[in-house]
């Protein structure tokens, strides 16, 4: 691996460091991967600044109106996004359906679809996981029967990031009960509006509302909505979630966090001096810089490697379990650092770094759960790394 930035990667990413400052309000706090508790409207607004630029799409081919970016240059720009909480990424239609469709969809699908993806227009959410159905995806029971021309869906999925706000989802269903559970699923995509889909809202620990429960009853979507062979969906389905563990955000949110932790006790009373004066404190948050560190380089080496025309399958998996685990870790030395004032959320006038610390430690749980959780990502590296028998 070049761990050498090229000089076209280091200009875009001043000019994409620019492009935040000129147009984050000062002070600006907020934002990140689901921004719509903080302005849903604004974060619309961002991305299509993000697609008149082309950034939004930079890494799709050419033939697609993208840019053929190199994924290290992709990377780069999820890293400054996620670092200065910048919102106006999409993450569901740009990185994981777009490069599903690209593969899978046929010329009325991509004509269709991607051209309002890539001009920041469109909303998608995924739906895979299930009330009875997570980590062990291809045992979920949402069925999909054909009536003439259609499928008709009925079932439920859970966890479903940005259903509120989603226009389009793309949705696994079980077309053939009577299959073994890996087969017998199709992937569809179905239109939010559709009579018949409704969303019940699920709020999470720290109170904000990113998840969802959707319900289809009766729901009827065109069968020219299948992407790729019916029956065939769980191929669909992992070639997607490929695209979804490669990101770098684990450890763009940790550097971020790490540098506020910093501040904070340069500027904070300790038993003696000032909070950096503490040897405790100074040895953990010099352990956490250095993870995080690995972390940022596993990630560039993911990106790295799917510039050279590898496939990063452990890799990616490493990438995405000590990512999401030494963001729980920063998170939790950030309370250790606070003490009992660490506890405190936003609400509280008291809240050192404005509750971001306790904020994050909660939400970190989920980041080892969403897109495989820990567990899956170690028995893939087990077995597809170090060639060891499955268990």
Excluded at 212 to 226: A, I, S
Excluded at 234 to 250: K, M, N, P
Aim: with cysteine; net charge negative.
């Amino acid at each position: 691996m070049d761990f050498r930035f090229t000089s076209e990667e280091q200009t875009f990413r001043q000019e994409l460091l620019q492009f935040i400052g000129d147009e984050l309000p000062d002070g600006w706090q907020g934002g990140g991967r689901w921004p719509e508790e903080w302005d849903w409207d604004y974060t619309r607004e961002m991305r299509k600044k993000l697609a008149e630029r082309g950034w939004l799409t930079m890494h799709w081919p050419e033939e697609h109106g993208g840019q053929a970016a190199s994924p290290v240059k992709s990377a780069i720009f999820n890293e400054e996004m996620a670092y200065n909480r910048t919102p106006g990424r999409d993450i569901f239609g740009v990185r994981m359906l777009a490069s599903t469709l690209m593969i899978f969809g046929t010329e009325e699908q991509k004509k269709a679809f991607l051209p309002p993806i890539a001009n920041g227009e469109v909303q998608w959410c995924q739906g895979y996981s299930e009330p009875e159905s997570g980590s062990d995806l291809a045992s979920l029971q949402t069925r999909a029967i054909k009536d003439g021309d259609d499928f008709v869906i009925n079932g439920a999925k859970i966890w479903t990031t940005m259903a509120h706000h989603a226009d389009w989802m793309f949705l696994l269903v079980r077309t053939d009960p009577d299959a073994p559970k890996h087969r017998g699923i199709s992937f569809v995509l179905v239109d939010m509006k559709t009579p018949g889909v409704s969303v019940r809202p699920i709020h999470n620990l720290t109170g904000s509302h990113e998840f969802n429960q959707v319900f289809f009853d009766n729901v009827r979507v065109p069968q020219r909505n299948l992407v790729g062979e019916e029956n065939r969906g769980w191929y669909v389905a992992v070639t997607l979630l490929d695209f979804e563990r490669s990101g770098i955000d684990y450890s763009a949110m940790g550097r971020r966090l790490l540098d506020e932790l910093i501040t904070y006790v340069k500027q904070t009373p300790g038993s003696t001096g000032k909070l950096s004066d503490d040897p405790k404190v100074r040895n953990m948050l010099a352990e956490r810089y250095i993870e995080n560190d690995v972390a940022r380089l596993l990630a560039y080496e993911v990106a790295w490697m799917q510039g050279q025309g590898q496939v990063p399958n452990k890799e990616a998996s490493m990438s995405k379990v000590f990512g999401s685990e030494t963001l729980q870790r920063i998170t939790t030395t950030g309370l250790d650092i606070m003490g009992p004032y660490g506890r405190l959320l936003r609400i509280d006038g008291n809240a050192p770094m404005d509750g971001r610390i306790p904020e994050n430690w909660m939400v970190s749980f989920s980041h080892k759960i969403a897109a495989g959780t820990s567990e899956v990502q170690r028995n893939i590296i087990a077995s597809r790394g170090l060639s060891l028998p499955r268990a």
